[in-house]
């Protein structure tokens, strides 16, 4: 894709993105919600919620409080319709787009992660898979799949032996550093790494005394306040590794996702500002190009981990 004379096409293992900007998982149901609010052709790629072996009903309420200081609490609890029916009822409308669909999974085992990329990879329409390491691995104890850097190389190199479609890494670091992550995956043979981080928080509701998430407790920590986090991550993840980055975590729009590119990712994930203004992808497109041609740039992935210390 050119906008005002700068191609902002990147390419992610066998993607070829026409720009780096795409929704995050979980943010953007399975793109046909938004299809009046948003250009879907004109996105990077689709990123459609997390899918499950089998389907999910779901936390109860409430699964999503704001909180002050620019952030918000949710605990969604990877609601879907399982693999078979997306393949069977969403995938068909996506087919019909230009645009790379993305599949995140979630599994409790590794055998389901490899049982998922199978049937994924059996279908037309699925252009790659993002692993969410990020859930809970049920099989070893509850903890995170990249609390364990051994456990997050099993599940990727399971989803690598059982597709050729690009697989996207989703870590989330809190026992083990980004940088140790993002290689453990790229040497289980992922193409692309997307860290973030999904630490946990809880909201009291001062004039009941009770939680502003109900029957929850607690939910994962986001939004734009978090981003100096997140970039961070997106850096380091980085300098560790030659695959691609792709930045997510707080960002509003095509100013951060500058700060992204800098800072060493390929591509970015817009989550929650898509929620409150579904315009922010566009404007975000948009924004890229203009920055880009104002500073003589001719290629969008020219700027790509250009950041110096001095």
């Known amino acids: 894709m050119s906008l005002g004379g700068v191609d902002l096409s990147v390419t992610i293992g066998k993607l070829a993105l026409r720009n780096p900007v795409m929704p ?55 609601q879907n319709v399982g693999v078979r029916r997306f393949i ?65 190389f099993d599940v990727v190199k399971a989803v690598r ?15 083990v550093d980004v940088r140790t992550l993002a290689q453990v995956c790229a040497s289980a043979g992922a193409d692309a790494v997307c860290p973030i981080w999904s630490g946990m928080g809880m909201a009291i509701d001062i004039n009941t005394g009770r939680s502003r998430m109900g029957a929850n407790l607690r939910g994962a920590l986001g939004g734009p306040g978090l981003k100096p986090l997140h970039l961070r991550l997106a850096y380091e993840a980085a300098q560790a590794v030659s695959i691609p980055v792709i930045g997510c975590g707080g960002i509003c729009g095509w100013e951060d996702a500058v700060e992204y590119l800098l800072a060493g990712a390929s591509a970015v994930q817009i989550g929650s500002a898509g929620l409150i203004n579904p315009q922010t992808y566009t404007e975000t497109i948009d924004g890229l190009g203009k920055w880009a041609e104002n500073r003589g740039v001719s290629r969008i992935e020219e700027v790509v981990g250009s950041f110096r210390m001095s």
């Open 24 to 78: 995050a998982s979980g943010t953007f149901g399975y793109g046909e919600e938004l299809a009046d609010l948003v250009d879907l052709n004109g996105l990077g790629a689709i990123v459609v919620k997390g899918t499950t072996l089998n389907p999910r009903m779901g936390n109860p309420p409430n699964r999503f409080v704001e909180v002050a200081g620019c952030a918000f609490l949710n605990y969604v609890g990877l």
């Open 88 to 152: 069977d009822e969403k995938l068909p409308y996506l087919r019909r787009l230009r645009t790379p669909i993305i599949v995140n999974i979630a599994g409790e085992d590794v055998e389901e992660f490899k049982l998922m990329t199978e049937a994924l990879s059996r279908v037309d329409g699925v252009s790659a898979i993002e692993v969410n390491l990020a859930c809970p691995n049920v099989s070893g104890g509850g903890l995170a799949f990249s609390a364990d850097a051994q456990v997050a």
């Open 161 to 175: 032996d059982a597709t050729d479609l690009t697989v996207i890494a989703k870590v989330s670091p809190s026992l």
